[in-house]
């Protein structure tokens, strides 16, 4: 049987018992406030939340605006968990010598692709460009990014984003391993080679 499934095996139903009573809760209202302001019987929303109602369309909206939250808030006890890479099991990718670079979404993103790229000093990627918007967050380290004429030197904390249809390298300029996170989309990057 399903989470959501009836407890006679019947085909599930949509459940807000639990969110409309944590919701109501959060706000310190009773049944009672609630059905005053949303002008549903105290009864059946006692059955709402204890899942042996389901409310119509236009209970769950008068009930969300008794509480104060959007309608669709309550229906987020059906939404999937949240999803969690730990540190340990990120996917390893193929980099250079001595370039360390990990999925940080594990692939369960489906529109971002976020890497954590570790760069011994001195070592770059070369000039290489792509397709998507790129973005670079620095975590640690000095870095140099280079695309086209303009060359920019950037330290921890500092963010850079660039059309990587333009060429571009990026290089640890510092004296010690540096950090960075990439964020691309994840459908649509192909490599165009390095130039």
Do not use: C, F
Not at 1 to 17: K, L, V, Y
Not at 133 to 154: C, F, N
């Amino acid at each position: 049987m399903t989470e959501n499934a009836d407890r006679d095996g019947s085909e599930p139903r949509i459940r807000i018992g639990r969110e409309v009573r944590r919701w109501r809760k959060s706000r310190a209202l009773t049944l009672a406030h609630v059905s005053e302001a949303s002008g549903l019987n105290l009864g059946y929303l006692s059955q709402i939340e204890n899942e042996k109602a389901v409310p119509s369309l236009d209970a769950l909206v008068a009930i969300a605006g008794a509480l104060d939250v959007p309608p669709a808030w309550l229906l987020l006890d059906s939404a999937p968990p949240p999803r969690v890479v730990r540190a340990a099991d990120r996917p390893r990718l193929t980099t250079s010598p001595g370039t360390e670079a990990t999925e940080v979404d594990g692939g369960t993103s489906r529109d971002l692709r976020i890497l954590e790229v570790v760069v011994p000093p001195g070592a770059s990627t070369g000039v290489h460009m792509h397709s998507g918007d790129e973005h670079h967050l620095i975590i640690e380290g000095r870095w140099r990014m280079t695309q086209g004429d303009h060359v920019v030197e950037l330290g921890p904390g500092d963010y850079l984003a660039w059309d990587p249809t333009v060429p571009h390298d990026v290089e640890n300029v510092g004296n010690s391993v540096g950090r960075l996170l990439v964020i691309y989309p994840r459908h649509g990057r192909r490599d165009a080679g390095a130039s």
